[in-house]
């Protein structure tokens, strides 16, 4: 599901992008983010993807293969549309950890 996403003249791998309801999902492993650079680069797209109007989330590798219902679960509430107070669809909003 890699998507390539332009933002601010820089292209993005997302390991997991919706488009239109606005969502990027990042399938962090241990492997990946050995470096400050490499954890650098990551928060930098995160906060950026933010700016822009995404939703951007980490799941790690653990959470992925031994929490694998929880995440589903998460990610359909994520992505569900939720009615407004207009009548027309909106995301539903994440909870502040």
Known sequence: MNAHVSLRGRFYEIDCFWEEQRVAI???????????????????????LSAEGFTANRITWHQLHDK???VADD???????????????????LSPR
């Open 26 to 48: 990042e399938l962090d492993g241990g492997a990946a983010h050995k470096t400050i650079e490499a954890f650098e680069d990551d928060r930098e797209r995160d906060r950026i």
């Open 68 to 70: 694998a219902q929880e």
């Open 75 to 93: 990610l359909r509430k994520i992505l569900t549309p939720y009615p407004s107070s207009n009548g027309s669809g909106a995301l539903r909003p």
